[in-house]
Structures are given as structure tokens and as C-alpha cells.
């Protein structure tokens, strides 16, 4: 009886799941038995932006909705033309926002009256000219963009920048908990753990939104240099 109970536990512990069994296995953790030194360090690089971003948009307003819709969609196809002329390729062409909207007046003492509406219809550009990008807005104001937003400026591949930020982020890490070691009067025997926290690019000012205008000075937009950063918690053992 005793063999047979003990050859049904062998079988059941066979068909257990190899995550149950898992969940059994104890944990290891790395032990450190010097001085802990947990450290946080930035890497930062400067690189020129290469895209910018901006919102171009019609606003139309009329008696009616279906006149309001149609003055926006007709001046719109006047700017999807002219970016096309200018070669931004269709990718880089979104539409963002088609709204429409009752407009009313409100007289005193009295009930409000609808007296029109406001279309708007927005796209998104990516302009991989910024250069340029500033003589096609221009061109879009001449074909009916009446609202612009940006830009914001941006690199299209950041990852080979990023590492060089990681590779900055170690090396001041490592640095860093060698002075600590020097100060305290002791040396850097090993690095125990290193997280990266992100990498990201530092925000550049707030966009302007501004009403297009037409002007005598052309558009100009500079691109200057965009800061990208990475941080790295890194822990080190100390003796």
C-alpha cells in the first residue's frame, strides 16, 4: 500500500506544470560584501535635428455646415498640392483633425442664436528638409493654410546618438564611484547592477501657435541642436 502511495506522488509531480515548479525553486540573490555604492549617471550628446514636425490647417466659416465643410475640404486639396509640388512624400502627410462646429450669438435676454458655423481640417507635416520647410510654409499660406502650430523639431534615428549617451553614462558612473572609493579611502572591486532608466530627448521650448499671415519676410526656421540624454542606476561594491 505504502509503494503504491508513494509511486501516485511520483507520477503527479511528473504531469506538474513547469511553472508550478518553477515558482518552487528558491530565489538567488547576490550577495555584496563590501560597502554597497549606488550611483545615478547621465549621458548626454548634442546632435542637429533632421525632421520637423507641423500642423497646417484651414479654418472656414459660413452660414451653413455643408458650405463650411466645403470651403475647408476645397482649400485643404490646395494644400495637399502644394506639398506634394514641394516633394513631401505622402507618409509624411496626416491628417490630424476635421471638425465642424455651430457658432452662436448670444443677445441679451434672449435665447442664443445660431448665426453660422466653423470647419477646421488639419494636417500633420513631417519635413525632412528643415531648411526648406520654411518657404513650403509660406507656399501653404498662399493656398489657404490660415493656421499653423509648431514646429517641433526632432532626430528621425536617434539610436545610434542614444548609445553614445549609454556609453558617456557608464563611463561617468564608473568614474564617479572611483572618487567616491578614493575619498573614502577605499577601491572599486566590481560593478554589482546597472539599470537604464530611459533614453529620451530633452524637450525643446514650447511651439508657438501662431495665425499665418502673409508677409514680405519669408519663413525661416533653424534647426540648432537637440540634447538626448540617457541614465544609468548602477551599483557598485566597495572594500
Known amino acids: 500500500m505504502k509503494r503504491n502511495f508513494l509511486a501516485a506522488l511520483v507520477?503527479?509531480?511528473?504531469?506538474?506544470?513547469?511553472?508550478?515548479?518553477?515558482?518552487?525553486?528558491?530565489?538567488?540573490?547576490?550577495t555584496i560584501a563590501g560597502t554597497r555604492l549606488d550611483i545615478s549617471a547621465t549621458g548626454e550628446v548634442a546632435r542637429v535635428p533632421d525632421v520637423a514636425v507641423i500642423s497646417a490647417g484651414v479654418v472656414s466659416r459660413s452660414a451653413t455646415a455643408t458650405a463650411a465643410l466645403s470651403d475647408a475640404a476645397d482649400r485643404m486639396a490646395r494644400v495637399l498640392a502644394a506639398l506634394k509640388r514641394a516633394g513631401v512624400e505622402d507618409r509624411d502627410v496626416q491628417t490630424s483633425n476635421v471638425s465642424l462646429n455651430p457658432e452662436y450669438r448670444y443677445p441679451e435676454n434672449q435665447a442664443p442664436q445660431l448665426v453660422g458655423y466653423t470647419?477646421?481640417?488639419?494636417?500633420?507635416?513631417?519635413?525632412?528638409?528643415?531648411?526648406?520647410?520654411?518657404?513650403?510654409?509660406?507656399?501653404?499660406?498662399?493656398?489657404?493654410?490660415?493656421?499653423?502650430?509648431?514646429?517641433?523639431?526632432?532626430?528621425?534615428?536617434?539610436?545610434?546618438?542614444?548609445?553614445?549617451?549609454?556609453?558617456?553614462?557608464?563611463?561617468?558612473?564608473?568614474?564617479?564611484?572611483?572618487?567616491?572609493?578614493?575619498s573614502l579611502g577605499m577601491h572599486v572591486v566590481r560593478l554589482v547592477a546597472a539599470t537604464e532608466s530611459g533614453g529620451y530627448a530633452v524637450p525643446p521650448p514650447m511651439p508657438v501657435m501662431m495665425e499665418a499671415r502673409m508677409a514680405a519676410a519669408e519663413t525661416k526656421i533653424e534647426p540648432g541642436e537637440q540634447k538626448l540624454q540617457v541614465t544609468l542606476s548602477m551599483t557598485f561594491e566597495l572594500q
Do not use: H, M, W
Open 11 to 30: 507520477l503527479c509531480a511528473a504531469f506538474l506544470p513547469r511553472a508550478a515548479i518553477a515558482q518552487q525553486a528558491p530565489s538567488i540573490t547576490q
Open 119 to 182: 470647419a477646421t481640417n488639419t494636417v500633420t507635416v513631417r519635413f525632412r528638409d528643415i531648411r526648406n520647410s520654411g518657404e513650403i510654409l509660406d507656399a501653404l499660406v498662399g493656398q489657404g493654410a490660415n493656421q499653423i502650430n509648431g514646429p517641433n523639431l526632432t532626430i528621425d534615428k536617434p539610436e545610434e546618438a542614444l548609445d553614445e549617451a549609454r556609453a558617456k553614462a557608464v563611463a561617468i558612473g564608473r568614474s564617479r564611484a572611483e572618487l567616491y572609493a578614493r
